[in-house]
T-cell receptor
Framework: AQKVTQAQTEISVVEKEDVTLDCVYE???????LFWYKQPPSGELVFLIR??????QNEISGRYSWNFQKSTSSFNFTITASQVVDSAVYFC???????????FGQGTTLQVKP | EAQVTQNPRYLITVTGKKLTVTCSQN?????MSWYRQDPGLGLRQIYY???????DKGDVPEGYKVSRKEKRNFPLILESPSPNQTSLYFC???????????????FGAGSRLTVL
């Protein structure tokens, strides 16, 4: 069975703190992709990143970084020096197979307080 | 601007009254899909379409219908809505990737449906 688990339902931090959002996935496929999407209070879903199962290099984009570890089936997302605008629901998702379907985790609500 | 447009954005209806949520994309994408978002469950796929006249069930298709008569449009039809279909609905599209699982979905703004 394929599954994505985001065990942290809600996280609250103070501005400028670093925060890591956890994502653990399950799949038997050898080729798959992992995604992170952001859902700000306005409600739309914004694509952040896609990584394939053969590329375990960490990725950094400004204050955002992603740590993909196949050994622990994890794809964690870190925000450095968080800002109030980072407040949102963040979804981790798994894509595999030929249906184009993404399997989403439950989402983590991040609140960054000023 | 490249986008996926859904309408209506908000709707309150009553049990049994048929409704349609429209979805249109202007990116010439082959692939389109509907998801519903519920608290604690994330997003779950309802239906998807690989191309015109090709549709298939996702994980939670019961109570829904779709059609894909044109490439740009993918309406979601609730023939007889029930309260358990109260949810936030998202339409999404992507170029059809030849690589398994690689589709990057572009989502619409969402349609919040309440069925009384």
């Amino acid at each position: 069975a394929q599954k994505v688990t985001q065990a942290q339902t809600e996280i609250s931090v103070v501005e400028k703190e670093d925060v890591t959002l956890d994502c653990v996935y399950e799949t038997r496929d050898t080729t798959y992709y992992l995604f992170w999407y952001k859902q700000p209070p306005s409600g739309e879903l914004v694509f952040l990143i896609r990584r394939n199962s053969f590329d375990e290099q960490n990725e950094i984009s400004g204050r955002y970084s992603w740590n993909f570890q196949k050994s622990t089936s994890s794809f964690n997302f870190t925000i450095t020096a968080s800002q109030v605008v980072d407040s949102a629901v963040y979804f981790c998702a798994l894509g595999s197979g030929n249906t184009g379907k993404l399997i989403f985790g439950q989402g983590t609500t991040l609140q960054v307080k000023p | 601007e490249a986008q996926v447009t859904q309408n209506p954005r908000y709707l309150i209806t009553v049990t049994g009254k048929k409704l349609t949520v429209t979805c249109s994309q202007n990116m010439n994408h082959e692939y389109m899909s509907w998801y519903r978002q519920d608290p604690g469950l994330g997003l779950r796929q309802i239906y998807y379409s690989m191309n015109v006249e090709v549709t298939d069930k996702g994980d939670v298709p019961e109570g829904y219908k779709v059609s894909r008569k044109e490439k740009r449009n993918f309406p979601l039809i609730l023939e007889s809505p029930s309260p358990n279909q109260t949810s936030l609905y998202f339409c999404a599209s992507s170029r059809q990737s030849t690589v398994s699982g690689a589709n990057v979905l572009t989502f619409g703004a969402g349609s919040r449906l309440t069925v009384l």
